[in-house]
């Protein structure tokens, strides 16, 4: 990786991969931040990483003279060669093992490494946020501790020594406005009177973030200890939103998916925002600008927007305006609803940014609120989340599979299914829902509404008689069929629905039209609305928000759809376009329309949007659902949080913990069969071993006899039976007679030796074979 400075250390190529080999030394510039790989930290970390340290400070203190009056001032450039050049440097923790840092950190470290404190104690900055985890914050406070402790053994050295110290360092915590969460309005007769840095005393907690307050005071009284040496800072951030969202991704995902969105109670509570820039911008300010003494800074929008307002805008901008008023009690029913998000959306506060605005003159992301700059912060959510909209129109013969195919992208794609008929069932529900009004607010709440908001309202109403009539003219149209309408009034309303947040977000897949060139023209074109809805963007830029990304063109030949129509069922398709005498005219007609000179196609093709033909080979039309999902790449997703990574990661070490479990089991049962059949052998061999030993014993009884008696029985009744022979036969030479004769009788020549016995010799060679086989068996199981 290259070098951010000209000054700068290079940046780790592997994260968390081998650290510097010199011995570290302290640099003013080099900050800690926990949890790196957070939301917050990650944009902090690229901003103030592109920023060199003191030169902002450097650019304000040269700008600050006094200027004669009627003189307008005049900043005093400092020498080039004074200039700073150092950029900021970021180390930091992860909060998992499985994460990843961003490029723009040095290098990542735990708080339980044996070199955590000299890590620390070279850094110059140290932030901790504890917005999200409150396990941060005995960790905020006990690295707090080590710069206390450094500080307490060099002022024991001696005041000198202390004095002659010049490694300061600042420590800043990231809190939240839930540590306001409580707080009563400074005057009650004026509700409407902010709150600012100069109250943080009066505060008052949510009884959830009594640790988070508790810890706040605890960095404050530090500070003030120590002065000059270690500053300390409090960052109290407003409800943090921007780029992919963190927070209030609840509402952002329900809002993609068109879902109607929560508006908990009446919604008219104040939440202080700030876009997570904007965070990000504070904190360099601050970094840059330290105040001298311990400050508590307020890092809020100039003006806060009520839950109602936001959720509202956001509704629009993204999904279909559907909103609905939800009872504290069953805001948990709601999936993915967390306590978190709850509180932090339930809390009522007015607060203004008195530092960021007069002392540190922050630049803002915009001077809009959150509210009033919602198309651009849903332009970042969908480009960050690349939530690409998927917008296919489906061209082709009558009875080709078209709409089959159509309704099974939708389904892939999760994007909004469009046909002629369908959108005009949808404009007459939509008409119909205008038409049921809620209940007009009382009087007394009406007291909580400002006057934008119930301005707003009375706009936002359209004229009863006016939607009726729109009514009754599309019914009118229908019962004609839809094949009789007139062209510019189904391209104006469709021009109008395919501009609509639904089909904008998650796309469309537009079956069946435009059918003629004539028609695309009108409907893609620069012609005017024709719908009856006044259009907002000028017309170029209106028909590229709704042209398709891909057309398809289904090619089909009569002998196909003929032989596909009468598949079907006599009773499925009576009464119905696909009729016999119906579908043979509509294919006429489409075969007159789409000449190789003369097609819709040939308009798309000038535009030069991707055109995709693909024959239709069966009911399913499966080989061109591939080849479309191919062209157009995967569905967009978006993907999993931080806390469903770790859950999945759970599940998964489990699932592998399991699988071990089961290989040991596996083992450790064809052990246990393998012991069984050990046994049952080894049970054969004793009964065999018992049997040979009983037959030793004989032998050593045999052994115990007198040799007279051993004679007697063994060999004199075969001498004797050999003499009789000898003197029977007279052979001329007897003793080589009686020689062979008892050799016949005793071949193996064992007659004369006491522990022979044919038995035994019969057990013997049954006992080895039984000690072979198992040396064998056990040879070929290991």
Not at 34 to 46: E, G, L, P, T
Not at 269 to 295: S, T, Y
Not at 360 to 380: C, D, G, K, P, Y
């Amino acid at each position: 990786m290259s070098e951010v400075s000209l000054s700068k250390t290079p940046v780790e190529e592997l994260a968390g991969g081998d650290q510097p080999e010199e011995p570290e030394v302290y640099k003013p510039y080099k900050v800690f931040i926990n949890h790196v790989d957070s939301y917050h930290s990650k944009y902090i970390s690229a901003y103030v990483t592109d920023q060199i340290y003191g030169l902002s400070k450097l650019m304000m203190k040269g700008g600050a003279g006094e200027e004669a009056p009627g003189e307008e001032a005049a900043a005093v450039k400092p020498p080039l060669q004074d200039l700073p050049k150092d950029k900021y440097e970021f180390i930091g923790t992860l909060s998992s093992v499985y994460r990843e840092p961003s490029e723009d950190i040095l290098y990542t470290l735990s708080e339980d490494d044996e070199d955590f404190r000299e890590k620390i104690l070279k850094c110059g900055f140290i932030i901790y946020d504890i917005t999200k985890y409150p396990k941060e914050i005995e960790k905020a406070l006990k690295t707090l501790s080590i710069l206390t402790e450094q500080l307490d053994k060099i002022s024991k050295i001696g005041p000198k020594t202390y004095e002659q110290f010049n490694e300061t360092k600042i420590f800043i915590l990231i809190s939240t406005i839930m540590t306001w969460g409580l707080t009563k309005p400074l005057d009650p007769d004026d509700p409407d009177l902010p709150l600012s840095e100069v109250d943080y005393r009066k505060r008052r907690p949510h009884p959830n973030y009594k640790e988070h307050y508790t810890c706040e005071k605890e960095v404050i009284k530090i500070g003030q200890q120590y002065k000059d040496k270690l500053k300390t800072y409090i960052v109290c951030a407003g409800l943090t939103y921007g780029e992919e969202e963190d927070i209030l991704d609840f509402f952002f995902k329900m809002a993609w998916y068109n879902e109607v969105l929560p508006i908990f109670d009446n919604g008219n509570n104040r939440i202080p925002f700030i876009h997570v820039r904007d965070l990000a911008k504070a904190l360099h300010g601050l970094m840059e600008n330290a105040p001298p003494k311990p400050q508590y800074i307020l890092a809020v929008e100039q003006t806060p927007t009520t839950l109602k307002k936001f959720v509202k805008t956001l509704s629009k901008a993204l999904g279909d305006g559907k909103v609905t008023n939800v009872m504290s009690e069953e805001a948990f029913l709601y999936k993915n609803m967390t306590q978190t998000i709850f509180e932090r959306c339930t809390v009522n506060l007015n607060m203004e940014p008195v530092f960021l605005v007069e002392n540190l003159q922050l630049e803002w992301q915009s001077e809009l609120t959150i509210a009033e700059n919602m198309l651009q912060v849903v332009r970042e959510f969908t480009a960050k989340r690349n939530l690409r909209p998927v917008k296919i129109i489906i061209h082709g013969p009558p009875g080709s599979g078209k709409t089959q195919l159509a309704k099974k992208m939708c389904e892939y794609y999760n994007s909004k299914y469009v046909s002629i008929p369908t959108m005009l069932e949808d404009y007459i529900k939509f008409w119909k829902e205008s038409l049921v009004r809620p209940e007009k607010p009382k009087l007394e709440e009406t007291e909580y509404l400002g006057e934008e908001e119930l301005e707003e309202e009375v706009e936002d109403e359209e004229d009863p008689q006016q939607i009726l009539e729109q009514i009754r003219e599309m019914e009118m149209f229908m019962e004609a069929g839809v094949e009789k309408m007139p062209d510019d009034y189904i391209t104006g309303l469709l021009r109008s629905y395919l501009a609509k947040n639904f089909c904008q977000n998650r796309g469309y897949v537009l079956d069946d039209y435009p059918r003629l060139p004539a028609q695309a023209k009108e409907l893609f074109g620069q012609s005017e609305n024709m719908g009856g809805e006044e259009e907002e963007m000028e017309a170029p830029d209106f028909a590229e928000k709704i042209l398709p990304n891909l057309v398809v063109g289904l090619v089909a030949t009569d002998e196909f759809i003929t032989e596909r129509m009468m598949k079907m069922q006599e009773e499925e398709i009576k009464d119905t376009p696909y009729a016999e005498e119906i579908i043979l005219e509509r294919l006429r007609e489409f075969r007159e329309n789409n000449t190789d000179e003369n097609t819709v196609l040939n308009y798309f093709d000038e535009l030069e949007i991707d055109i995709l033909l693909l024959e239709a080979k069966d009911d399913d039309n499966e080989e061109a659902f591939t080849f479309i999902a191919n062209q157009m790449g995967p569905p967009s997703t978006f993907g999993l949080t931080p806390e469903e990574e770790e859950e999945l990661r759970t599940i998964q070490e489990q699932e592998r913990q399991l699988a071990l479990e089961k290989e040991e089991l596996s083992k450790q049962l064809e052990l246990e069969k393998a012991e069984e059949e050990r046994k049952n052998k080894m049970e054969a061999w004793s009964e065999t071993l018992e049997k040979l030993q009983m037959e030793e014993e004989k032998i050593l009884v045999a052994q115990s006899e007198p040799l007279r008696h051993y004679l007697m029985k063994y060999v004199f009744p075969v001498l004797t039976k050999g003499l009789i022979e000898l003197a029977t036969l007279k052979p001329d030479d007897p003793v080589d007679f009686l020689a062979e004769y008892l050799f016949k009788e005793n071949p193996e020549g064992k007659m004369f030796d006491p522990s022979y016995n044919v038995e035994c010799e019969d057990l013997y060679t049954e006992f080895r074979g039984y000690i072979d086989k198992i040396i064998d068996e056990n040879e070929a199981f290991d």
